[in-house]
């Protein structure tokens, strides 16, 4: 009887770790699709964007968690983010 309880319990950790490595492989190709539509449908070409986004990389830096929740937090209620849209 244990032998079959192991053999039952070992094939629900195969099945799980199998469904896993599925969700990971779906979220690793439509995180792919994403990416590849926003690149084909940006404004601002991506090098621009790096250029743009360096001072407040940089400033990002020194926050520590919570401080860099506020930021981002205040940055998107007072909509001073910048715009990537057409």
Same mark, same amino acid.
């Given at each position: +009887?244990?032998?079959?309880?192991? !053999? !039952?319990?070992?094939?629900?950790?195969?099945?799980?770790?199998?469904?896993? /490595?599925?969700?990971? =492989?779906?979220?690793?190709?439509?995180? =792919?699709?994403?990416?590849? /539509?926003?690149? @084909?449908?940006a404004? #601002?070409?991506?090098a621009?964007?790096?250029?743009? %986004?360096?001072? +407040?990389? @940089?400033? %990002?830096?020194?926050?520590?968690? @919570? %401080?860099?929740?506020?930021?981002?937090?205040?940055? %998107? #209620?007072?909509n001073?983010?910048? @715009?990537?849209?057409?």
């Amino acid at each position: +009887m244990r032998k079959l309880v192991l !053999a !039952a319990a070992l094939g629900v950790a195969v099945s799980l770790d199998t469904a896993a /490595a599925a969700d990971r =492989s779906f979220d690793t190709w439509q995180t =792919s699709l994403a990416n590849e /539509a926003a690149r @084909k449908q940006a404004v #601002v070409p991506t090098a621009q964007v790096c250029q743009q %986004a360096t001072e +407040m990389l @940089k400033l %990002a830096s020194t926050f520590d968690a @919570k %401080a860099f929740h506020d930021y981002a937090v205040a940055h %998107a #209620v007072y909509n001073t983010h910048p @715009k990537c849209a057409r």
